[in-house]
């Protein structure tokens, strides 16, 4: 079956730091991969996702890059500020009726 | 705006009581899906709906009921059964369910559900 698996958190930085979330995956076939962000007390939202391979998700200043040789898609943002910190999820669709969720990985960033 | 309301925000049961919390959607999607999510954890799905009047268990239904009565409404009905209902709980949406599906799910902002 599908799976995908996330670093372990929580992730802390000071603010304009450089951040990178792991996130690698096994899927059949060839799925659409996401990333989700979750604030505190409410529900997820769509950060941004890639539909095939070489494709780059973007939004908001953090990026990833759907890298099928690595079964990878890491999460990037070149200068993180307080607004930030939140719940980080990566997911898939495709190759299975429902969609597969990470274990979400915490981000904490201080001024 | 489209998108999916939640209700109610917080929710008391007491022991031996059903509760049931709402989920509507007004983005004319098909699938519905109901999820747990317990403090530091990830999302665990309880059922799943790919069309009016079907719907299917996930990987935890024990003690959860549901309908899907009408494409825009799927309640969850957490049961004298569920020994352990405390927990917050999202509803989501998506254009589709299938095997091949690249549509994100939208959720809602989620229900907190405590024990008396």
């Known amino acids: 079956g599908n799976s995908v698996t996330q670093m372990e958190g929580p992730v802390t930085l000071s603010e304009e730091a450089f951040l990178t979330i792991n996130c690698t995956y096994t899927?059949?076939?060839?799925?659409?991969l996401f990333w989700y962000v979750q604030y505190p007390g409410e529900g997820l939202q769509l950060l941004l996702k890639a539909t095939k391979a070489d494709d780059k998700g973007s939004n908001k200043g953090f990026e990833a890059t759907y890298r099928k040789e690595t079964t990878s898609f890491h999460l990037e943002k070149g200068s993180v500020q307080v607004s930030d910190s939140a719940v980080y999820f990566c997911?898939?669709?495709?190759?299975?009726?429902?969609?597969?969720f990470g274990r979400g990985t915490s981000l904490i960033v201080h001024p | 705006d489209g998108g999916i309301t939640q209700s109610p925000k917080y929710l008391f049961r007491k022991e031996g009581q059903n509760v049931t919390l709402s989920c509507e959607q007004n983005?004319?999607?098909?699938?519905m899906y109901w999820y747990r999510q317990d403090p530091g954890q990830g999302l665990r799905l309880i059922y799943y709906?790919?069309?009016?009047?079907?719907?299917q268990k996930g990987d935890i239904a024990e003690g959860y009921s549901v309908s899907r009565e009408k494409k825009e409404s799927f309640p969850l009905t957490v049961t004298s059964a569920q020994k352990n209902p405390t927990a917050f709980y999202l509803c989501?949406?998506?254009?589709?369910?299938?095997?091949?599906?690249?549509?994100?799910?939208?959720f809602g902002d989620g229900t907190r559900l405590s024990i008396l």
């Open positions: 983005l004319n999607h098909d699938a």
């Open positions: 997911a898939l669709t495709g190759g299975s009726y429902i969609p597969t």
């Open positions: 989501a949406s998506s254009m589709e369910l299938s095997w091949q599906s690249n549509q994100p799910q939208h």
């Open positions: 899927a059949t076939g060839y799925p659409s």
């Open positions: 709906s790919q069309i009016v009047n079907d719907f």
